[in-house]
């Protein structure tokens, strides 16, 4: 399928009030090693390095600008900019953006962070060569229109980061049940199962904005839940890397 033209813009594409509400009530604790984003500070580091090995792959070792889609209160922007790129990290929640903005100060860092939607951007006619999108599109109301979007903010041949969960009977007890209700890794009510995406139709659905997947890993935690590493099985969370092209 071609890319869709950049003069079509969604609507639907932002994050979902009420999941947008959840997130916010959250800001305050989002670095907090033992609060509810306890498994994202986990994964940061394993992801944030499968993300930077092919950004350097692409685009060598010099600074690259970076969009983090749904970045929060920017776990993987600040991990991205201690790598050399600079990043512009965008957020629907003001709450979010404003604990972000001020962890970056306290830590020294220089990250562009924006109160707004991928929505907003497109009509700015921005561009990027990188994107990263983790943990967001089984939040937002319309994935299709929001990897639409996306594929809109990327420059002719940039790359494209996500993650999400798989919708799978290990998934529902691990990251549903096990996380929410036993171990209370995530507040309950964080994620909806029926709104986890299969890797099979994450693809269908980038190649519907144009784009292909070209790399893909699952991720995997240590028995303490406080490590991530990549791993061939996308039975639970996975990340995928897509370009520009049928």
Request: glycine share 8%; net charge neutral; aromatic share 6%.
């Amino acid at each position: 399928m071609q890319r869709q033209d950049d003069t079509v813009i969604a609507n639907a594409s932002g994050t979902a009030p009420a999941e947008l509400a959840k997130f916010s009530a959250m800001a305050a604790r989002w670095w907090d090693a033992d609060g509810p984003m306890s498994a994202l500070l986990a994964m940061n580091p394993a992801r944030t390095n499968w993300i930077v090995e092919r950004i350097r792959a692409r685009y060598g070792a010099g600074p690259v600008r970076v969009l983090d889609a749904g970045c929060g209160a920017g776990l993987l922007c600040e991990s991205l900019a201690r790598a050399g790129c600079h990043v512009t990290g965008l957020d629907a929640a003001p709450e979010t953006i404003a604990a972000a903005q001020a962890h970056a100060a306290r830590s020294g860092l220089s990250v562009d962070y924006r109160t707004g939607t991928v929505t907003d951007l497109r009509k700015n006619n921005e561009r990027y060569p990188v994107i990263t999108a983790l943990e967001i599109i089984e939040h937002v109301e319309c994935p299709r229109d929001f990897l639409s979007n996306l594929s809109g903010l990327l420059e002719s041949n940039g790359i494209l980061f996500l993650s999400t969960i798989n919708r799978t009977p290990r998934s529902f007890l691990l990251a549903k049940i096990g996380a929410e209700y036993l171990f209370r890794l995530l507040p309950v009510g964080t994620h909806a199962w029926s709104k986890f995406i299969t890797p099979d139709e994450l693809a269908e659905q980038l190649r519907e904005a144009g784009l292909r997947v070209t790399d893909i890993t699952g991720m995997a935690p240590d028995r303490s839940v406080r490590h991530f590493r990549p791993t061939p099985d996308l039975r639970v969370n996975y990340m995928a890397m897509a370009v520009a092209g049928s």
